[in-house]
């Protein structure tokens, strides 16, 4: 049906006189195919740039859980050697500092570069998949004590603190180079 279509169609834009030399394609067919194509293209366009784009921060949404998740093992291999600077007994409902780590001061900072050295972080260079640049090293995971839960909370910072306290589910603080 749909070639019984097109085939009048035909007959009626090229007529009789070139079927007698039918050796290439006439410019109609031509420009068709060239018209098809452009619509395909500019539709598409769009739709690629999306998925590249939901890809990447998908990329970088991994790469900040890594950290956190890094630093989650870091302090889950240290648990016994962590001093919270307060007791629970004093804020039973609120969140407790951390003091030290095996006797070195931390104030509740882990500092990226430490969790590069001690080997809990994979790569020495760790690259933003947005734009390519590197990870600044003094960007660091704050974590308290949470004496409700009973349970540490993370928070991802910058090296200068310009971010507020954020739920341990949001990774927008942390700064690359």
Do not use: H
């Not at 006189?17 to 031509?30: A, D, H, I």
């Not at 539709?43 to 784009?53: E, G």
């Not at 007791?87 to 900072?109: E, K």
């Amino acid at each position: 049906m749909i070639y019984f279509f097109f085939g009048l169609c035909y007959n009626f834009i090229v007529g009789d006189k070139m079927r007698l030399n039918n050796k290439g394609f006439s410019l109609v067919e031509v420009l068709a195919v060239v018209v098809i194509l452009g619509v395909l293209v500019v539709i598409m366009i769009p739709a690629v740039n999306d998925v590249i784009k939901k890809n990447r921060e998908n990329n970088l949404k991994d790469l900040k859980e890594s950290i956190i998740s890094s630093a989650k093992l870091y302090v889950s291999d240290n648990r016994y050697n962590i001093k919270l600077s307060e007791s629970c007994d004093n804020n039973p409902n609120g969140t407790v500092g951390v003091a030290s780590i095996d006797g070195q001061a931390v104030a509740g900072l882990i500092f990226l570069f430490a969790l590069n050295e001690k080997g809990y972080l994979s790569s020495s260079k760790i690259v933003n998949p947005n734009d390519k640049k590197e990870l600044d090293l003094q960007s660091y995971v704050k974590f308290e004590f949470d004496c409700k839960k009973r349970e540490y909370v993370y928070y991802p910072f910058s090296n200068t603190g310009e971010c507020n306290v954020v739920s341990s589910y949001k990774y927008s603080c942390l700064k690359w180079k």
